[in-house]
């Protein structure tokens, strides 16, 4: 699928970043180019201390913000495939700076979206997540922006042989800033903060959500939100799971956040097909029909008033599944 393509991410030095890019390096040897484009230049030769261009001669690093949209086109030139997970996703970082996160997360995807326009690029995939349904938070707010806008550019693609989807997903295990990695460096301290005993969120692993959007890459229509089948958790599960010897000291909700998260609303649920492994949000206004896409994918209409929320959510994980989890994905030992 991306053997002999241009493939460029922004936000590469994240996360999912270099998840995706020892993925597609492990998967695709005869891809053509490799572009990650971000805009902290620590990160990058950091990076390229672990993918050095001697090993991996595909690979490129290009400092860049999405804000900056001639910097976005020159970095497109002769790409064929973009995955954009540049954003500024903390909650309490985004209601203290708030157009701080409206420039990146809102006003960077129009301008890689018109970037885009004006390229070669063939797809775009487009990172989201549970906190852009039923936003309450600013943070949530920009990726709902964001999500529209991605989906609305299929509007204007004229006849370009072009699809931009949307790939919206829970909280990625052990990615920088959440909540696993600062439970286990607060370990030590015998006591870890719980926001609300009753808080449950989605859990996915890195390799998950990259597996997701190498689907996205290869199967999407176009104008869809895709949205996986994924556990939940119960944060003081977590808690438990980390230091079950810890005191888990209540100290209330942040500004922002949900007891529960949501990534299908009950508004959304007219236009979501089932399609097995992932839910599809449809666009209203796509070039497809629900019956065709159905036809295509081998998925059916959800139940009209179906929601998918953390709390509601049918498969829960226990205590010893989220540290095996932990063991498996985050610290590569067991947890005592």
């Not at 261009?53 to 595909?58: Q, V």
């Not at 699809?163 to 870890?192: A, H, Q, T």
């Amino acid at each position: 699928m991306l053997n002999d393509k241009s493939v460029l991410v922004t936000g590469g030095t994240g996360s999912f970043g270099k998840a995706f890019v020892r993925t597609v390096l492990d998967r695709y040897p005869d891809i053509r180019r490799l572009v990650i484009y971000s805009r902290d230049e620590l990160k990058q030769f950091e990076m390229a201390q672990v993918f050095p261009r001697s090993e991996y001669p595909a690979l490129r690093y290009f400092l860049g913000d999405v804000r900056d949209e001639a910097r976005l086109r020159r970095a497109l030139e002769g790409i064929d495939i973009v995955i954009h997970a540049a954003a500024l996703k903390q909650v309490p970082a985004a209601e203290y700076n708030p157009f701080e996160c409206i420039k990146t997360n809102v006003l960077g995807a129009q301008n890689l979206i018109e970037a885009c326009l004006d390229s070669d690029v063939s797809r775009v995939v487009a990172l989201s997540t549970d906190k852009a349904a039923a936003p309450i938070n600013l943070y949530g707010a920009t990726k709902l922006c964001s999500d529209k806008l991605f989906v609305a550019a299929n509007n204007i693609k004229g006849t370009r042989d072009m699809r931009f989807s949307v790939v919206r997903y829970g909280n990625v295990m052990g990615s920088r800033g959440s909540v696993i990695p600062f439970f286990m460096g607060k370990k030590g301290d015998g006591v870890l903060p719980i926001t609300d005993p009753r808080m449950t969120r989605f859990n996915i692993s890195l390799q998950d959500g990259v597996e997701m959007v190498l689907w996205s890459i290869e199967n999407a229509s176009g104008g869809e939100v895709l949205v996986p089948k994924i556990p939940s958790y119960k944060i003081g599960d977590v808690a438990t799971a980390i230091a079950p010897e810890a005191e888990q000291k209540v100290i209330g909700i942040r500004p922002g956040e949900k007891i529960h998260e949501e990534m299908i609303t009950a508004s959304d649920s007219f236009n979501t097909v089932d399609m097995g492994d992932y839910y599809a949000i449809l666009p209203v206004s796509a070039e497809y029909t629900i019956e065709d896409y159905c036809a295509k994918h081998g998925g059916k209409p959800v139940e009209p008033g179906f929601a998918y929320n953390s709390g509601t959510n049918p498969e829960f994980l226990d205590v010893d599944q989220i540290r095996a989890l932990i063991d498996e994905h985050v610290t590569g030992q067991v947890i005592d």
